[in-house]
C-alpha cells in the first residue's frame, strides 16, 4: 500500500508514507518468535504485554514462540492524547501472575522516551524474576533516559510519530495491518 492508496479505516486521514507493509511485519515477528524461543530453552516463560499498544504484536508474537509460556499484561499511560509523552508514567492495571522466579519478557510496541518502561523495569524487577527483558516492535533509538537494554527489536522506527498495528493516535488506527505515519 502506497500513501495515495485510499484506506477507509483512515478515515479520511492521509498517510504519510507505509513505514513497515503486513507481510514485512509477519516475516520479522516469525523471525522474533524463533529469536526468542532459542533464548528461552526452559523454565517458566511469563510475555507480559504493556497494553494496549502491544495486543496485535503480542497475539502474533506469542504464537511464533515454540515453547510452553503465560501471557499477562501491564497498563500504564503516559500519553492520553498527545503525540509526545506526557512524562508521567500511570500504572492503571497490574498483573495477577506471580511474577517471582519466572523468565519476564516485557512486550511493548515502540521505546520512544523509555520513562514507562524504566518505571515498569524497577516495578518488576522488586518482585524477584528469575530474568527481566524487553522486547519492543519498534525502538526510536532516541531513549537517552532508558536504563534497560531492549533485549528484542523488531524494527528500528523512524523518527516520525506512527500509527497502525497497535500503535494509536487518541485510540484511532490502532486495527491497520501495517505500521505508517499520518499526514
Known amino acids: 500500500m502506497n500513501a495515495t492508496t485510499t484506506d477507509p479505516r483512515l478515515e479520511?486521514?492521509?498517510?504519510?508514507?507505509?513505514?513497515?507493509?503486513?507481510?514485512?511485519?509477519?516475516?520479522?515477528?516469525?523471525?522474533?518468535?524463533?529469536?526468542?524461543?532459542?533464548?528461552?530453552?526452559?523454565?517458566d516463560l511469563l510475555v507480559l504485554g504493556l497494553l494496549k499498544g502491544s495486543f496485535i504484536?503480542?497475539?502474533?508474537?506469542?504464537?511464533?514462540?515454540?515453547?510452553?509460556?503465560?501471557?499477562?499484561?501491564?497498563?500504564?499511560?503516559?500519553?492520553?492524547?498527545?503525540?509526545?509523552?506526557?512524562?508521567?508514567?500511570?500504572?492503571?492495571?497490574?498483573?495477577?501472575?506471580?511474577?517471582?522466579?519466572?523468565?519476564?519478557?516485557?512486550?511493548?510496541?515502540?521505546?520512544?522516551?523509555?520513562?514507562?518502561?524504566?518505571?515498569?523495569?524497577a516495578l518488576l524487577g522488586e518482585r524477584r524474576p528469575k530474568s527481566l527483558e524487553i522486547c519492543a516492535l519498534l525502538h526510536k533509538h532516541i531513549a537517552t533516559e532508558l536504563r534497560y537494554p531492549t533485549k528484542f527489536v523488531g524494527f528500528d522506527a523512524p523518527h516520525e510519530f506512527l500509527v497502525g498495528y497497535g500503535l494509536d493516535h487518541a485510540e484511532n488506527f490502532r486495527h491497520l495491518p501495517y505500521i505508517a505515519s499520518l499526514q
Open 12 to 43: 479520511g486521514r492521509a498517510l504519510k508514507r507505509v513505514a513497515y507493509d503486513a507481510d514485512t511485519i509477519a516475516r520479522r515477528v516469525a523471525e522474533l518468535g524463533a529469536e526468542i524461543t532459542a533464548a528461552y530453552p526452559g523454565g
Open 57 to 121: 504484536f503480542l497475539s502474533d508474537l506469542v504464537r511464533q514462540i515454540r515453547r510452553p509460556l503465560q501471557v499477562d499484561f501491564l497498563v500504564a499511560s503516559s500519553y492520553g492524547d498527545a503525540t509526545v509523552s506526557s512524562g508521567v508514567v500511570n500504572l492503571v492495571y497490574d498483573p495477577e501472575t506471580k511474577l517471582e522466579g519466572k523468565h519476564i519478557l516485557l512486550v511493548e510496541d515502540i521505546v520512544d522516551s523509555g520513562r514507562t518502561l524504566n518505571r515498569l523495569m
